[in-house]
């Protein structure tokens, strides 16, 4: 392995980003790929099959055997709002693979005793975000209902092309959201990604289905994430 | 199960074959190409090797990776990257093997 491709590997997996390792298995010669990156031919089909779905595999192409390492960060879902869904959207969320942060400036909300075993922080998205930033394998879920605690965080989570980016609150609420949003600079195309009314259509009722409608939206975004970006600005 | 979303710098093999290099090591760096049947790890696990032999990560569940690191140390020597198959113990043979009945193949390679 080339020192420079471990260097660039460490220093983009201790950034979030996901990176593919190509290694030529005839020559050992390397090479990291990012995402975006573009890539010829059935070399650059496989390598973007491994942004996709992660997986590591030996590929043949080219008359050359390539061996593509694909790292991906591990995909988080914060959420802002210390409310009932999020009481049942954290050990949902957990159990399938997606760690939770929770975020609500609340103090009477943000308790652990309300929030056991799960990373809390009882202070502003604003403050939070600054220190953990976040990024595109972080999904954000706005679940206050309150346009001074929800809105920063969604305007930074379509900054950060946050993979998914949901909202609560009727139809009304998110037109009033939009016009809020466009205010304070985001695009149309940008706003246009966000989940509002905020999950899959199932019928939730209860702040329990909720949290299943908006959990099942979040590994949807996360497992068509590629697919979705083609075509898309790199 | 390890939820952290940032890595373990202390036991991530890349992390520590790169502080390895700073410190002026010859580093192997073992990486699980191909699996058949149940392997205990999944492709792209990395194995890393000092050539003192002191190793981190894994590329079985501790089946095979005596025999990796001996060949690292070849590596390390001849800067020739070989690649290794492991397969199912057999019990009257002195090969190491995977007693968990699956096959790998590794790919051992020296840094730099």
Redesign the interface.
């Known amino acids: 392995m080339d020192p420079y491709v471990l260097k660039t590997l460490n220093e983009e997996r201790r950034a979030r980003r996901a990176v593919v390792v190509v290694t030529d298995l005839g020559d050992g010669r390397d090479r990291i790929v990012r995402e975006g990156d573009q890539v010829a031919g059935d070399l650059g089909a496989a390598i973007a099959n491994a942004f996709r779905t992660g997986n590591s595999r030996s590929v043949d192409a080219e008359g050359r055997t390539f061996f593509l390492n694909a790292h991906r960060p591990r995909p988080r879902l914060v959420v802002i709002g210390a409310v009932h869904i999020s009481q049942a959207l954290a050990p949902m969320a957990r159990i399938a693979g997606y760690p939770v942060e929770i975020i609500d400036p609340r103090t009477a909300f943000a308790t652990p005793e309300r929030f056991p075993d799960v990373a809390l922080h009882a202070e502003w998205p604003e403050d939070v975000l600054k220190r953990a930033p976040l990024d595109s394998y972080t999904a954000l879920a706005a679940v206050t209902h309150d346009p001074k605690i929800d809105d920063f965080a969604l305007k930074a989570a379509l900054d950060a092309r946050c993979f998914y980016v949901g909202a609560l609150g009727s139809r009304k609420t998110h037109a009033k959201r939009v016009e809020r949003l466009l205010a304070l600079g985001a695009g149309a195309n940008q706003i246009a990604r966000i989940h509002a009314p905020i999950g899959l259509d199932i019928g939730a009722a209860s702040p329990a289905e909720i949290a299943v409608a908006v959990l099942a939206q979040t590994i949807h975004a996360f497992r068509s994430r590629g697919l979705e970006e083609k075509g898309a600005v790199a | 199960m390890d ?5 373990d710098e202390a036991r991530d093999p ?2 520590i ?2 502080g390895w ?1 700073k410190d002026g090591k010859d580093v192997a ?1 073992a ?1 699980v ?2 699996t058949w049947g149940s392997a205990p790890r ?3 696990s990395h194995l890393v090797i000092d050539a003192e032999g002191n190793f981190h990560g894994s590329v079985s569940g501790g089946c095979v990776e005596g025999a990796v690191v001996t060949e690292a140390m070849d590596v390390i020597g001849s800067g020739k ?1 070989r ?1 290794l198959e492991f397969g199912v113990a057999d019990e009257t043979a002195w090969q190491v093997g995977l007693s968990c009945g699956g096959r790998i193949k590794v ?1 051992v ?4």
């Open positions: 939820e952290s979303i940032y890595l890349l992390i074959a790169e290099m760096i990486t190409v191909e999944p492709i792209g990257a690649m790919y390679e020296r840094l730099g």
